[in-house]
């Protein structure tokens, strides 16, 4: 299996005034170093908002995620070994 090449989890989510919603490795709010991306941006519509919010819930999970997946793939499960080559992280 491939190795997959992210910043190392658990990730967070850091809301910013403007709306923006910071990813990071790191758990203090405010702090520079761990960014993983960014999410959202200003002057968004509620529905807009809440959108970004719910993607930034699934990119902070993203590492849980892979981390579960990778194990049902190392016990032989078809369908985790197919997720991780749809992402290319091949089996």
């Known amino acids: 299996m491939t190795q997959a090449q992210h910043a190392k989890g658990p990730w967070y989510q850091h809301k910013k005034p403007a709306g923006t919603i910071t990813i990071s490795s790191n758990p203090m709010k405010g702090v520079s170093y761990g960014h993983v991306c ?5 002057n968004l ?16 999970a993203s590492p849980s995620m892979y981390e579960f997946i990778s194990k049902l793939a190392n016990s032989g499960d078809k369908e985790a070994i197919s997720t991780l080559d749809s992402l290319g992280l091949g089996y």
């Open 45 to 60: 519509t509620p529905e807009a908002q809440a959108i970004s919010e719910a993607n930034a819930r699934l990119i902070a």
């Open 38 to 42: 960014n999410v959202g941006s200003s």
